[in-house]
């Protein structure tokens, strides 16, 4: 089962952002990396990655640069900014707070903890 894009799509920033966290990274490895956290089931599109990195860095959260790769292609690396934590950190609050208000209103009516399909709900 492959997670929908709908979901995800108004959270790609942030997805992208924590990545950048842990280190700076490229492109490809960054879309590795989110694949291999979801076991295949999640995989942004190419055209989807670039224009939030172009969409990132005009707004100051992440900078760009060329990496010294000794071998291979050259590739151009990604690295958040202090701005950029401070938007992840303001960004995080948002879906925090949109994930208790989903939360409740899907549960409503179902105080038992039940789901429409028959079985417990999480």
């Known amino acids: 089962m492959s997670i929908t894009a709908d979901l995800i799509r108004g959270h790609t920033?942030?997805?992208?952002?924590?990545a950048l966290l842990r280190e700076d990274s490229y492109g490809y490895r960054i879309n590795r990396t989110l694949c291999d956290l979801t076991d295949g089931r999640y995989e942004l599109k190419e055209a989807t990655l670039y224009t939030a990195f172009k969409r990132l860095e005009e707004a100051g959260y992440i900078r760009s640069y060329w990496g010294d790769e000794?071998?291979?292609?050259?590739?151009?690396?990604y690295a958040i900014t202090a701005e950029g934590r401070e938007a992840y950190r303001r960004m995080m609050r948002e879906w925090q707070?949109?994930?208790?208000?989903?939360?409740?209103?899907?549960?409503f009516g179902n105080e038992d903890?039940?789901?429409?399909?028959?079985?417990?709900s999480i």
């Open 13 to 18: 920033d942030t997805i992208i952002l924590a």
């Open 70 to 77: 000794a071998t291979g292609a050259r590739r151009r690396y």
């Open 97 to 107: 707070e949109a994930s208790c208000l989903i939360e409740k209103l899907i549960r």
């Open 113 to 120: 903890g039940v789901n429409s399909l028959g079985t417990q």
